[in-house]
């Protein structure tokens, strides 16, 4: 089955840029999304189809997608952006793999 | 507003079941797909199928395919996902996740299930 991979942590100070990695074979073929996980929280989407933002997500997060990898890039790092990370795909048999996520700290 | 809100926490003893319900409201339901995805403590989410709730064609992960029974009602706009021959490693939180072309927007607010 297809698997993701993901930096378990990425630690980074406030107003500074962090970027979260998800790894596929041709992962660039498919469509990424990505959702944000506070603790003792339902996960929220922050980004769809590689780059997409949903409405109330800050325009300081985006995505791309190319080749093997798949980047959020969360620009000028807050407080509240501390959490869990974790990238979706759909595989081509209709199944749905999440990687195993990213635990972001801000410093 | 949309909203998926799930039934409550459940203790099972291993070799059980456990049916975990979740309600959609804010929606027409029948013209979306709910999935199921479990995250066991401090672990990832893992996904474990989902339910056309229009035509009722369903999807099961390999791992799950002999033990989960995803159903759904749609006079009451409620989907099901029943869980049987419990075992420890079943512990996690279990939520419903309404699909929006190939990405789940709305989430339930998870079930946890202690076995």
């Known amino acids: 089955s297809y698997v993701l991979t993901q930096p378990p942590s990425v630690s980074v100070a406030p107003g500074r840029t962090a970027r979260i990695t998800c790894g596929g074979n041709?992962?660039?073929?498919?469509?990424v999304h990505w959702y944000q996980q506070k603790p003792g929280q339902a996960p929220v989407v922050v980004m769809y189809?590689?780059?997409d933002r949903p409405s109330g997500i800050p325009e300081r997060l985006s995505g791309s997608n190319s080749g093997n990898t798949a980047t959020l890039t969360i620009s000028r790092v807050e407080a509240g952006d501390e959490a869990d990370y974790y990238c979706q795909v759909s595989d081509s048999s209709s199944d749905v793999v999440f990687g195993g996520g990213t635990k972001l700290t801000v410093l | 507003q949309v909203q998926l809100v799930q039934s409550g926490a459940e203790v099972k003893k291993p070799g059980a079941s456990v049916k975990v319900s979740c309600k959609a409201s804010?929606?027409?339901?029948?013209?979306?797909?709910i999935h199921w995805v479990r995250q066991a403590p401090g672990q990832r989410l893992e996904w474990m199928g989902w339910i056309n709730a229009g035509e009722g064609n369903k999807k099961y992960s390999q791992k799950f395919q002999d033990r989960l029974i995803i159903t759904r009602d749609t006079s009451t706009n409620t989907a099901y996902m029943e869980l049987r021959s419990l075992r420890s490693e079943d512990t996690a939180v279990y939520y419903c996740?309404?699909?929006?072309?190939?990405?789940?927007?709305?989430w339930g607010q998870g079930t946890l299930i202690t076995v």
């Open positions: 996740a309404r699909e929006v072309t190939l990405y789940f927007d709305r």
């Open positions: 804010g929606y027409t339901f029948n013209t979306y797909t």
């Open positions: 189809y590689d780059s």
């Open positions: 041709n992962l660039g073929s498919k469509h």
